[in-house]
């Protein structure tokens, strides 16, 4: 198999549409498929549809891996430590309040938050065309 063999070629030489990375991260933070808004992103909690309902869009080859976490983790982080901190201050609680209210207030924000999080970053991957499988990855040549 040579190297005019692959399937390149047939890629490079059709120009992939402009895609509007703050359109599709504003559809992504509503859980909507970043190309028509309309379809749902998600099928169960994070798991990805294989294409949109609404337009057929192949969303099953984005992957966000550990991007949406991480961002889930640093906004969480951001609310609760400040909360505990602040609490402390005005109220100082008793250990056990703090032990019981922080960690389920952590937990179901992480819970609330994650989605709407892996949504906006599928919507930005997916915009810059930055998919599982590389070979549908080509830079536009200008
Ligand atoms: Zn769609």
Not at 57 to 77: C, K, M, N, Q
Not at 121 to 135: G, I, N
């Amino acid at each position: 198999m040579s190297e005019n063999d692959n399937n390149f070629g047939i890629i490079a030489t059709s120009v992939p549409k402009d895609r509007s990375a703050f359109q599709a991260l504003k559809k992504g933070l509503c859980r909507k498929c970043p190309n028509c808004g309309k379809g749902r992103i998600f099928r169960k909690y994070v798991t990805v549809n294989d294409e949109c309902a609404n337009c057929g869009e192949e969303l099953s080859h984005i992957r966000a891996d550990d991007i949406p976490p991480y961002f889930t983790i640093t906004i969480v982080g951001h609310i609760v430590v400040p909360g505990v901190m602040w609490s402390e201050q005005a109220w100082s609680p008793s250990l056990l309040t703090h032990v019981a209210i922080w960690p389920a207030l952590t937990l179901a924000l992480t819970m609330a938050i994650l989605p709407y999080v892996k949504g906006g970053v599928l919507s930005v991957l997916w915009a810059h065309r930055m998919f599982e499988d590389e070979k549908r990855f080509q830079p536009d040549k200008h």
